[in-house]
């Protein structure tokens, strides 16, 4: 009786693995693929802007014999005597009324035949509106003939005026 529980045990075992294997899957070949990127995380929005730096622009040129205590041509004119002491007003603004502009603010004054007569030039620091004044003259007096002023802002000229001197 021994022997037939051997047996019977065998065989259940032998009975119970090939179960076991004719139930299992097959396996197939894996295929490997490269892991799936996975979706960005939504961008986080982008900054603001930063606000554009403020700049400033020459609105105007008036040319005169006098100036008053504003920096402003009293009466513009573009005839002159040789003897007259010329001045160019300068108006300037900036985009933002309350930021500070740091400029460089230029006249370059030149007889009809191309002769600089005089160049000038400013620093300054721009807030709102205001004026620059530049002048020239001469103790001798000036040659009579047609003139011209360039102003410039920050080495680019932005505005000229004609001017004669009789």
Not at 58 to 85: C, E, M, N, R, W
Not at 114 to 134: C, I, M, P, R, W
């Amino acid at each position: 009786m021994i022997r037939n529980r051997l047996h019977l045990a065998v065989a259940a075992a032998l009975v119970a693995s090939l179960a076991l294997v004719g139930c299992k899957k097959k396996e197939e070949a894996a295929v490997v693929s490269p892991p799936a990127t996975e979706p960005a995380a939504p961008a986080a929005p982008a900054p603001a802007p930063a606000p554009a730096a403020a700049s400033a622009t020459v609105t105007s040129v008036d040319l005169g014999t006098q100036v008053g205590a504003d920096k402003k041509v009293t009466a513009a004119t573009s005839t002159f005597k040789p003897t007259d002491t010329i001045h160019a007003s300068v108006a300037t603004s900036t985009s933002d009324p309350m930021a500070s502009v740091p400029a460089r603010l230029g006249a370059k004054w030149t007889f009809q035949d191309g002769q600089t007569v005089k160049e000038d030039s400013a620093d300054a620091t721009l807030t709102g509106t205001g004026n620059t004044t530049f002048s020239i003259n001469s103790p001798n007096g000036f040659p009579t003939g047609r003139y011209k002023v360039e102003i410039s802002l920050n080495g680019a000229v932005v505005q000229t005026r004609e001017f004669e001197v009789k």
